[in-house]
């Protein structure tokens, strides 16, 4: 598989080393018009051949799934076990309202009542789920990308490239909640009601014995409805932000900033995704977290009980914890692509067949 989705990304038009050779007049004979030759560029072609040499791997190499995959595992799994107190206050405030009626009210009663060792409950179900997720949302990103990108061609792909980033989203998504399904229903478990179990390894045995396998799956359905939206979302705005960034905000191209640089615009374009995320995917993760403490019950009748004020609640705490732990997965994942020398495509640009048939150039 990995080899001819390999072959498929060195015409991808979001392979970055070829399409910087082909706007720079470097791709090869058919870029230089006939006539006199010019002025020598050896400079620019070493410096062009300095830049692919650097990288560890091909873009759209299996090598470069399998990192990306890692860098998923990493960004994902760290995260979201970092910010399990706040997770934990924000499903209390979900599935118990009248009790934990806000943020900080949420954490007063969970230290009066569980101590400072209680803010850490469901860390264990919350880095395994979290990092297997992480290895499919974002491996599976770059294989959807690489993939609906040839599908569509150069030209169609820049033009739709927000349907593109919203379709491989979509698609990665898909998986990474199957993988993720078992330890969020251990999760929810865990934080939301209070003697049924401490750990992992006391819950996910109870869980089996009361409801079998459906006791795991049963809240694949909403969490799709949940991930799905926030990761299209994830992806997408992250993606346009950075590219309006790059083009409105800082002041010199992407080629010319430092490492960290472009790390500080991968953190803000993060963040920006991240509350957007946030609000779109609010009203499911409440379902999740109130069916994944019931048993016997659905998301409709769940949807039903809480009604639309209900399903709102705890909100603030999500935008915190979202905006948060999105600015951070990013950060660390292209920090991790930094670090293997992975390609780091920059923001797309129109290709110069296209700029011709729109009459930008002769």
Same mark, same amino acid.
């Given at each position: ?11 991808? +038009? ?17 870029? &230089? ?71 900080? &009210? ?6 009066? =009542? ?41 030209? &169609? ?15 990665? =998504? ?19 009601? +209070? ?166 150039? =002769?």
């Amino acid at each position: 598989m990995f080899s001819s989705v390999a072959h498929l990304a060195r015409a991808n +038009p979001f392979n970055a080393p070829h399409l910087q050779l082909v706007q720079d007049g470097l791709a090869g004979p058919r870029s &230089n018009p006939a006539g006199p030759p010019g002025p020598p560029r050896r400079s620019r072609k070493l410096a062009a051949a300095a830049v692919e040499e650097q990288y560890s791997c091909d873009y759209g190499s299996g090598r470069f799934f399998l990192l990306c995959g890692l860098g998923g595992i990493i960004s994902c799994g760290t995260t979201h076990t970092a910010l399990v107190p706040l997770d934990l206050v924000k499903c209390r405030m979900q599935v118990d309202p009248q009790k934990y009626k806000g943020i900080f &009210n949420g954490f007063s009663i969970t230290l009066k =009542e569980d101590g400072v060792r209680g803010l850490a409950k469901g860390w264990a179900p919350t880095f395994i789920g979290y990092s297997m997720q992480g290895l499919c949302k974002f491996g599976f990103y770059e294989v959807f990308k690489v993939l609906y990108s040839n599908m569509l061609g150069e030209e &169609n792909a820049y033009l739709w490239r927000t349907s593109l980033y919203l379709a491989a989203s979509a698609s990665a =998504e898909f998986f990474a909640d199957i993988a993720l399904a078992p330890m969020e229903a251990a999760k929810v478990r865990i934080q939301t009601q +209070p003697g049924y179990a401490n750990t992992l390894r006391d819950a996910a045995p109870k869980m089996y014995k009361e409801e079998g396998l459906k006791a795991f799956y049963k809240g694949v359905a909403p969490l799709w409805m949940r991930q799905i939206p926030y990761t299209m979302m994830k992806f997408a705005c992250f993606e346009r932000t950075v590219e309006a960034l790059y083009k409105f905000v800082v002041p010199k191209p992407r080629s010319e900033c430092s490492k960290p640089e472009q790390l500080v615009v991968t953190f803000v374009a993060g963040y920006i995704a991240g509350v957007f995320c946030a609000i779109v995917s609010h009203p499911a993760d409440s379902v999740v977290s109130v069916l994944n403490k019931e048993k016997g019950s659905s998301a409709s009748l769940v949807l039903q009980r809480l009604g639309f004020r209900g399903v709102w609640k705890g909100l603030f705490a999500r935008i915190i914890m979202i905006g948060t732990l999105t600015a951070l997965q990013w950060f660390i994942y292209d920090s991790v692509k930094v670090y293997f020398r992975l390609p780091r495509p920059p923001p797309p640009e129109m290709p110069e067949s296209l700029k011709k048939k729109l009459g930008y150039t =002769e």
